[in-house]
């Protein structure tokens, strides 16, 4: 479930109270006339099946309550309620495969941002992956790819693709633009450090080396664990599976492939830099076409189901207009893609 905490103007609170009532998907209702001062206006509180979260947020945005007052979301983990459980029952579809856009919107536009935090940790992991190849042990190797935040942006990219969002396209671009090169820097002035003050030997042979080999040695595998990946990276960011997002920044080689990246330049193994940065190549670009692609199947189920939705007497009952067969009100529109 889903609880909202809504604060309108009157008159649109009284349109959302009444559309809330008449939703199936809806439970729980409170209204709370004139309790809200900034903004000023009556508080709705109610629980909402995570299934149908979307299309009634819709509906809300719609009314244009996210402009005159505002929307607050939060996850409920657990609720004893036949009333609740009536409602979810009232809502096609699984809770688990159920997308809540707002949601995913939000995340990304977190996640993407080039911060301080996100390149701190993109060196961290570069830094770590280093290590992991000059000692050629996988422990350490899966530790930056873990600690790598470079999901965010990718994701934050693959969001603003599908919904057409120049603004978090050009931020998630920007914090991968900055990010791998910093990173891949710092890296190869470390290792030049190591080599000069003897902490790593004078020559490095990535043959040598299992892991530095793998890396610089891209293949049809590379693509495939990538598309993979890019295609559970999304799923787990979307849906209420998001334990499964370690296991994808585990299969993917973007941090390791920039760490190798800045070992072989600093020892001047132009093979291996070269394979190494095809391999961060097809990594990035198979996890966005496969990440686009999913949400893409996603928005357009989304889409089916709010055309659906456009009769519903819960929309009767706020003064919603109902739109032609298939044809999504303007409105709707406007409130998705914002």
């Not at 965010?152 to 599908?162: F, S, Y």
């Not at 633009?177 to 910093?182: I, K, M, R």
């Not at 055309?307 to 529109?333: C, E, K």
Request: glycine share 8%.
């Amino acid at each position: 479930m889903i609880h909202l905490r809504i604060v309108a103007p009157p008159d649109r609170a009284e349109r959302a109270l009444e559309m809330l009532k008449a939703a199936p998907a809806a439970c729980n209702v409170i209204s709370l006339p004139g309790t809200a001062h900034s903004p000023s206006g009556d508080v709705i509180l109610c629980d909402v099946v995570r299934e149908e979260a979307s299309v009634i947020l819709g509906d809300l945005r719609e009314l244009e309550i996210d402009r005159y007052g505002s929307i607050a979301i939060e996850d409920i983990d657990t609720e004893l309620s036949e009333t609740a459980r009536r409602a979810s029952r009232a809502a096609p579809g699984t809770r688990s495969d159920a997308v809540v856009w707002e949601e995913v919107e939000s995340r990304t536009q977190e996640t993407a941002a080039l911060s301080a935090s996100f390149m701190v940790f993109m060196v961290l992991a570069t830094l770590i992956a280093s290590v992991g190849i000059y000692l050629d042990t996988p422990i350490l190797i899966i530790g930056a790819m873990v600690v790598g935040p470079e999901f965010g942006p990718l994701a934050g990219l693959c969001v603003a693709i599908v919904q057409r969002r120049r603004t978090l396209a050009l931020r998630s671009a920007a914090a991968l633009a900055t990010g791998f090169p910093v990173a891949i820097a710092v890296a190869i002035v470390v290792s030049l450090l190591f080599r000069a003050t003897g902490v790593t030997p004078d020559h490095f042979d990535s043959g040598d080396h299992s892991l530095s080999k793998i890396i610089a040695s891209p293949d049809f595998f590379a693509l495939f664990v990538a598309l993979c990946a890019g295609v559970a990276g999304m799923l787990s960011l979307s849906t209420a599976k998001s334990g499964a997002l370690i296991g994808v920044l585990i299969s993917v080689t973007t941090i390791p492939a920039a760490a190798n990246i800045s070992v072989s330049v600093a020892y001047g193994d132009w093979s291996a830099c070269r394979g190494s940065a095809e391999q961060l190549a097809i990594n990035l670009g198979a996890i966005v076409a496969a990440g686009v692609l999913t949400l893409s199947i996603q928005r357009a189920s989304f889409r089916r189901r709010q055309g659906d939705h456009r009769d519903d007497q819960a929309r009767a009952a706020a003064g919603l207009p109902a739109a032609t067969a298939g044809d999504p009100h303007p409105a709707v529109s406007e409130a998705l893609e914002r």
